[in-house]
């Protein structure tokens, strides 16, 4: 017994100790920071510049912090700066942004969700080839119908408008998002629906009763890519809107690529800093919802 | 149309995926407060003849009728049927009494009779504590309980189980095994009930189909299925251990297989026919007699023990006669070893006996 106990004791027990300066751990610590010092450094430049005055910047320490910290660049950029013919800064820009990424994610998620809904669940007839036309159309690239699109807004009337931009937002929208909802959809569990459909409950009643409440994660998801990507979108914006409907992104360039006079490194970059916080936010507040939506979506059972 | 007094009733059906023929003209009649189990292996179409029964699959062909009224083309909810699925299926959002609520609100029933109806239900279900948490804080017997309970507040004729035992560990089955039956009796409903487990189906049937490939091989009382099988599957598939068989020759009234004589006194058989031929003789492993018994048993013989697998209850011998494998249930006490040489006797009216050709009881 005694000897038993004894021998217990030397040998290895509980976790095995890892060294810390491991060659494996060098490897993947050095990696990461590696990468981390590779993206980190254009923002800080980006920042610590935008905080900077011209005569500062003239200097050319791009990577020195500000002496003097000045607010100024921020403001102009907001709402001073000349965009094309005008001169009102970002401000008119980010409200048309607004307008148009509200409804068009509205819309797009709403009519989407429907769409994977009853893909999902209601098998109709012709479902299988309605859902390859769908994504198919995920794979046509933009730039062949950017003509099309706009012979057909200006038959209907929308063309240089912000409703017309949502519109077309919200159809090139509908292949990704039907996919991303129809696959989360069918990873539900199919007794629940037919449990429902027993209960009484109709094809709407089961979508905003059961399945809705189900899914908040990928509404989290589609919201999500649908924001950054048409906040962020320039072709759409600059093609089928005119200068009183530009989005953010389209003012942003214009600024940026300004050909005339003093070109203010200071207002450029605050200018983009303001447009790409939208996003940027979105990401912080639901990032951990963003992943365990992504994994919801893509792991069947 | 139909005789009074049966709830379910089948005919012609039909359903087909594709190609795939899944269920091929599938007539069965349920009488009323019958409990009917729809037995067989996986893939053998029994889940999907639930799923027609219950209005979830559109079906190829072929009329069902509950309560003498046709409900071929009526919606889940409009057929009087209340189903318990394997997952449970709860809805995770809601309350279990939200659970039991949503069937009878969408069918706007006013709040007082949703009330008096689901405090009914928890009674017999005894889960009226449980009432305001959600499936997640349920265990799996709990949320059994809740399902049937979802079926149970829509008072309906019919009640549909798709393996509802299935996903609970060994003991729990039992226990609610117990408890299905007990409601049965309580509530004298139809209840059509779908498994792949044997012992289930056996305890708890009035009457058990089995079924292979999208067919009814037998349809009878959990006796007939056991003692006089229709056809060699029935009579493969009931029975753990399974039935032992031998082929032989059947001539007038002796069947000789497996290197002995059986003159088989005693056995009814199907027809009157003049019976020769390639026959398959099948015993149950528990219809063997060994012991002081077997010397007076109509038919003797001896076996060879291989091995013993001793399982407290009863003790399960793997044995050769003549060269033939089989297996014997001995009682719990038996003491065999490997090698020795077992006195065992046979009696034919216990035995069944099959065309080798048509795999049909003679």
Not at chain 2, 39 to 59: D, P, Q, R, V
Not at chain 2, 253 to 282: C, H, L, R, S
Not at chain 2, 343 to 360: K, M, N, Q, V, W
Request: net charge neutral.
């Amino acid at each position: 017994m005694v000897d038993v106990s004894t021998s217990m004791l030397e040998g290895p027990r509980g976790p095995k100790p890892g060294k810390a300066l491991s060659r494996k751990n060098i490897f993947l610590y050095g990696t990461l920071l590696i990468v981390t010092i590779y993206y980190a450094i254009p923002l800080y430049v980006m920042v610590v510049t935008s905080l900077k005055g011209m005569p500062e910047i003239r200097m050319g320490n791009i990577f020195s912090p500000p002496m003097e910290i000045t607010f100024a660049p921020w403001v102009k950029a907001w709402s001073e700066a000349c965009t094309g013919l005008t001169c009102e800064g970002l401000s008119s820009g980010f409200w048309n942004s607004v307008k148009i990424t509200i409804p068009s994610v509205l819309i797009s998620i709403v009519i989407a969700s429907v769409n994977g809904y009853a893909l999902a669940n209601w098998r109709f007839k012709g479902a299988d080839i309605f859902f390859t036309i769908l994504i198919f159309g995920a794979f046509i690239p933009y730039q062949v119908m950017l003509y099309p699109i706009v012979i057909m807004l200006r038959e209907i009337g929308l063309y240089g408008s912000l409703g017309g931009l949502v519109l077309v937002h919200s159809v090139f929208g509908m292949p990704i998002l039907t996919l991303l909802f129809r696959n989360y959809f069918s990873s539900l569990p199919e007794e629940l629906f037919k449990a429902a459909r027993v209960d009484g409950a109709g094809f709407w009643g089961i979508y905003f009763r059961i399945m809705l409440p189900m899914s908040v994660p990928i509404f989290t998801v589609a919201v999500i890519l649908q924001v950054t990507g048409i906040w962020n979108d320039f072709l759409f914006g600059v093609v089928y809107t005119g200068p009183d409907a530009y989005p953010m992104t389209v003012q942003l360039n214009n600024i940026v690529n300004t050909t005339q006079g003093v070109r203010e490194y200071n207002v450029n970059m605050a200018a983009t800093i303001i447009t790409g916080l939208v996003p940027l936010s979105i990401y912080f507040v639901s990032g951990k919802l963003f992943v365990r939506g992504i994994a919801a979506g893509a792991v069947k059972g | 149309m139909s005789n009074s007094n049966s709830s379910v009733e089948i005919r012609d059906l039909d359903l087909h995926f594709g190609e795939v023929k899944v269920l091929q003209k599938l007539n069965l009649d349920i009488k009323e407060g019958e409990f009917l189990v729809l037995l067989g292996s996986s893939g053998c179409g029994k889940s999907t003849l639930l799923n027609c029964i219950a209005g979830l699959l559109e079906i190829t062909d072929g009329q069902i009728f509950i309560n003498n009224q046709n409900v071929t083309w009526k919606e889940p909810s409009e057929r009087g049927i209340g189903m318990v699925f394997q997952s449970y299926a709860l809805y995770p959002q809601m309350t279990v009494e939200g659970n039991l609520s949503f069937g009878l609100k969408n069918a706007r029933m006013p709040k007082d009779e949703i009330a008096r109806r689901i405090s009914n239900a928890a009674d017999i279900l005894q889960i009226q504590p449980l009432l305001k948490r959600k499936p997640a804080a349920l265990s799996g017997g709990q949320r059994q309980r809740v399902a049937i309970g979802r079926a149970l507040v829509r008072d309906v004729d019919v009640f549909l189980f798709d393996e509802p035992l299935s996903n609970l560990d060994a003991k729990l089955r039992t226990d609610l095994r117990v408890e299905l039956k007990r409601l049965h009796q309580r509530l004298e409903n139809t209840m059509i009930y779908v498994t792949h487990d044997q012992v289930e189906a056996m305890t708890l049937a009035d009457r058990i189909a089995i079924m292979k490939g999208g067919k009814i091989m037998q349809l009878g009382t959990p006796d007939e299925i056991y003692n006089r099988p229709q056809n060699l599957y029935v009579a493969d598939f009931i029975g753990s251990p399974s039935m032992n068989f031998f082929k032989g020759h059947l001539k007038g009234n002796t069947v000789e297989a497996a290197g002995i004589t059986m003159p088989m006194d005693g056995y009814e058989f199907a027809d009157n026919q003049d019976n020769a031929g390639e026959v398959t003789i099948g015993i149950r492993p528990e219809h063997l007699i060994t012991g002081e018994l077997a010397s007076k048993a109509p038919v003797k013989s001896s076996v060879t023990v291989e091995l013993v697998e001793p399982m407290g209850s009863d003790t399960l011998v793997y044995a050769a006669l003549n060269g033939n494998q089989m297996r014997i249930r001995m009682e719990g006490n038996a003491r065999v070893q490997a090698g020795d040489n077992l006195a065992i006797g046979i009696d034919p009216s216990r035995a069944s006996l099959f065309d080798s050709a048509t795999e049909l009881r003679l």
